[in-house]
Nanobody, 128 residues
Framework: QLELVESGGGLVQPGGSLRLSCAAS????????VIWFRQAPGQEREVVSC????????HYANSVKGRFSISADNAKNTVYLQMYKMTPKDTAVYYC?????????????????????WGQGTLVTVSS
C-alpha cells in the first residue's frame, strides 16, 4: 500500500522560501503523477502543481507560476515543491497525492478528486 508523507512546512516571512517534500513508501512513484494541492481555511482544495514521472512534464497553477518549482528524485521516491517569493496568500495546508494514471490533468481539482493515495498534509504559514 502506497503511503505518502509530506514534510517541510512551517512559518516563513513574506518574500521567503520553503521546500516541501512528499516521500513515498510501500510503492514506487516512477510511473505516477504527483500533485501538490493546498487548502486554506474556509476555502476549497486547489491544485498547486503537478509532475508526471511517466513523461517528465510539469504543470503549475497560474497563482504560483514563476514562483514555485516541482521536481522529483526517483532514487529517493520523493517529490519536492520549492516555493519562492511567498505571500500570505500561500498560507494553507499543503497535500500531495499520487495519480497512477501517470499524467497531469491541469488545474481543475475535479480531475483529481478520486485519487486514493494522499498524504496527511503539512501546514505552511506566510506571515511577518
Amino acid at each position: 500500500q502506497l503511503e505518502l508523507v509530506e514534510s517541510g512546512g512551517g512559518l516563513v516571512q513574506p518574500g521567503g522560501s520553503l521546500r516541501l517534500s512528499c516521500a513515498a513508501s510501500g510503492g514506487t512513484l516512477d510511473y505516477d503523477a504527483v500533485i501538490w494541492f493546498r487548502q486554506a481555511p474556509g476555502q476549497e482544495r486547489e491544485v498547486v502543481s503537478c509532475i508526471s514521472n511517466r513523461i517528465g512534464s510539469t504543470h503549475y497553477a497560474n497563482s504560483v507560476k514563476g514562483r514555485f518549482s516541482i521536481s522529483a528524485d526517483n532514487a529517493k521516491n520523493t517529490v519536492y515543491l520549492q516555493m519562492y517569493k511567498m505571500t500570505p496568500k500561500d498560507t494553507a495546508v499543503y497535500y500531495c497525492a499520487a495519480d497512477p494514471r501517470g499524467y497531469c490533468f491541469g488545474s481543475d481539482y475535479q480531475n483529481y478528486r478520486n485519487l486514493e493515495h494522499w498524504g496527511q498534509g503539512t501546514l505552511v504559514t506566510v506571515s511577518s
